[in-house]
């Protein structure tokens, strides 16, 4: 510990032209959530199934049997309950934080689990699982309109199961 403020300036004074930026937790939690990129213990967590939270492509089902397999067949290209949906505010002046209710049409369906100011898309953006007896589907996303409540006030909201930041994964290097 007592070296990490000479470590910082020898690499600050010693980084032979190479753009060093400063970038702290909030802001890779800010690219992350714009990215789409889920947290565990946040975002996902034991309660919640690959398909639920929008993983099912890295699930690889020509496995032999692995746990919780047929559960995961189950709801596979069916209606689920449940599921994480990625949010982005139209007023760019209010900033979310995680764990704000969501509404779609006006009724209570979810919470946001992971949120934060998008300084790539210039708005606050949000995660959160949408819940519905009748299904969460990509028409009943498509056909909601939403609002995340924050302090008592609610703010309209687009809904989509794309991140909002590169949705097709082309700014990635790979």
Known sequence: MESATNVYESIIDKRNGIDVVHAGFFAMDSLRIEKGYR???TDIIDQDTP???GLGFAVDFTKSDFIGKTALLKQRGKKINKRLVMFRLDDSDILLLGE??????GDLVGRTTSANFGHT??????????????GVSKEYIKEGL????????????QASLKPFYDPK???INH
Not at 100 to 105: A, D
Not at 122 to 132: F, I, K, N, Q, T
């Open 121 to 134: 898309l210039g708005c606050s953006v949000a995660m959160g699982y949408l819940e519905a007896e009748d």
């Open 39 to 41: 947290a565990w213990g």
């Open 100 to 105: 704000e209710p969501i509404y779609r049409n």
């Open 146 to 157: 939403y609002q995340i409540e924050l302090m008592g006030e609610k703010h309209t909201a």
């Open 169 to 171: 994964g082309s700014k």
């Open 51 to 53: 398909i639920e939270a």
